[in-house]
């Protein structure tokens, strides 16, 4: 079933999405929720179906055992959401209802002796609290609990304001309370977790629903030198485009593409450096070859025409002598680009859902670590902002451990430039520009390397 990642793909982008991400994507774009399994459908419908939606995500938790309290606080953390910081008036308030031993903090431990007033106390604090958005109710079996008479107060105070879900712990001893619950609409789960995954559920769904209208920026662009280029390869055959031919697509979409040009021949090459200025890369043109440094058909920093020259020939020898059925002569020469930090952006065409991109930190991050993110074209500038802070690796991005701080925005510009190519052309089946060159605020990123493959099926029509 997973048609891209079970193809040897010639791309970055092309192996590590799969027919799941992509419904993964979707279901983002369109705001429906997605459940991992059959439990969770049915736990987070209950909370959609019988709470409010939240106004942001801070959490008050209301418990009589300091564990399952815990358990909550940490589940709330690890989910995204926030244990909300209570106002000191709340404080204040409990104080004066609860027991002394009583915790006034979040989570607010009602202690093992609970009574339903005390619940109730508890709940009303935690709704008049404006910097409550939601509320999670823990009960446990102890000696002097009241499921049933628990579950009536809750519901008797409850003002459909902010959502409330409870957590009743325990088997038969608080099965009356449960049926309580049900009968109040208010949803119940085993376990505090279940209970802050369905409320985390309904913070997405309720930023999913206040999001502002999507607004896709189309950029200056010469879409007519990109259709001759694609024109001219389909014509010709060249479905998997070479490197120069790629980046002369993304100088059309201006992108920040070094100096460069396809030469067949070791003078050609010295007269190219020579034009364009040391020090040069030089990499092999081959449609037979994809990767190129594997078999030393990429040589950097090529500071002299002897080097130049020599660097050619060596190639040539070299790869012939490795690939003797490749067809082999021209070579790449492209100014060397600076250093920076390098990231990966690409994309891969779904069946279904079109045009997927992909971001990612390079080398390891990508390689090792799979850590990139996904989202269906065309994209608007937060979405792009959005892949980038989805990454695990973004705060490296930031400056973290010490390093350099790189321009965030220039990347996100970027990524809105490839969703317009990709959007724009729909005989680009997949692509990865591998790697961009991201240097610090105000230095536009440079294009290392692009590669881009085209439909067949275009082709055949």
């Known amino acids: 079933?997973?048609?891209?990642?079970?193809?040897?793909?010639?791309?970055?982008?092309?192996?590590?999405?799969?027919?799941?991400?992509?419904?993964?994507?979707?279901?983002?774009?369109?705001?429906?929720?997605?459940?991992?399994?059959?439990?969770?459908?049915?736990?987070?419908?209950?909370?959609?179906?019988?709470?409010?939606?939240?106004?942001?995500?801070?959490?008050?938790?209301?418990?009589?055992?300091?564990?399952p309290g815990i358990m909550a606080a940490d589940a709330v953390e690890n989910s995204g959401l926030q244990v909300a910081q209570l106002a000191g008036t709340t404080a204040s308030a409990l104080r004066e209802k609860l027991p002394a031993a009583a915790s006034v903090g979040n989570p607010i431990d009602v202690l093992g002796d609970a009574d339903p007033e005390r619940y109730a106390e508890a709940l009303d604090a935690a709704q008049d609290d404006d910097s409550v958005d939601a509320i999670i109710v823990i009960l446990t079996p102890q000696a002097m609990t009241q499921p049933a008479e628990t579950a009536r107060a809750i519901a008797g105070r409850l003002r459909g304001v902010k959502p409330v879900l409870a957590s009743f712990m325990g088997g038969l001893d608080v099965m009356p309370g449960r049926d309580e619950l049900v009968e109040a609409s208010l949803p119940d789960y085993p376990s505090p977790e279940r209970a802050v995954a369905a409320l985390k559920a309904m913070c997405d769904y309720a930023d999913w629903r206040r999001m502002p209208p999507r607004v896709v920026a189309r950029f200056p662009v010469n879409r007519h030198r990109v259709e001759r280029i694609l024109h001219r390869c389909v014509r010709t055959g060249e479905l998997q485009m070479g490197e120069a031919a790629a980046k002369d697509v993304m100088r059309a979409y201006n992108f920040n593409v070094p100096a460069g040009r396809l030469i067949s021949s070791a003078e050609d090459a010295v007269d190219t450096a020579v034009k364009i200025g040391f020090p040069v890369a030089m990499k092999i043109a081959s449609p037979d070859i994809v990767h190129k440094s594997d078999l030393g058909g990429v040589k950097l920093n090529l500071a002299t025409p002897g080097e130049v020259r020599d660097a050619y020939d060596l190639m040539m020898l070299r790869i012939g002598r490795a690939m003797p059925e490749a067809r082999l002569g021209n070579v790449y020469v492209e100014k060397m680009c600076p250093r920076g930090r390098e990231v990966i952006l690409g994309m891969t065409r779904d069946p279904q859902f079109g045009p997927m991109l992909m971001f990612g930190l390079g080398g390891i991050f990508v390689e090792i670590m799979k850590d990139v993110t996904f989202h269906l074209a065309p994209i608007t500038a937060d979405e792009a902002l959005e892949m980038l802070r989805n990454t695990k690796s973004y705060r490296l991005l930031e400056g973290a451990r010490g390093g350099d701080r790189v321009d965030i925005w220039a990347i996100a510009d970027c990524l809105q430039r490839l969703s317009q190519l990709v959007t724009d052309f729909p005989e680009i089946e997949e692509m990865d520009i591998n790697p961009l060159m991201v240097g610090a605020v105000g230095a536009a990123p440079v294009v290392a390397d692009a590669r881009i493959r085209l439909s067949q099926k275009r082709n055949a029509s």
């Open 1 to 67: 079933a997973n048609r891209t990642s079970a193809r040897a793909a010639s791309s970055h982008t092309g192996s590590l999405a799969g027919a799941d991400i992509a419904y993964g994507a979707a279901f983002r774009r369109s705001g429906i929720i997605r459940a991992a399994t059959f439990e969770s459908l049915f736990d987070y419908s209950a909370a959609l179906a019988m709470q409010p939606l939240p106004k942001g995500n801070r959490v008050a938790i209301i418990t009589n055992a300091g564990g």
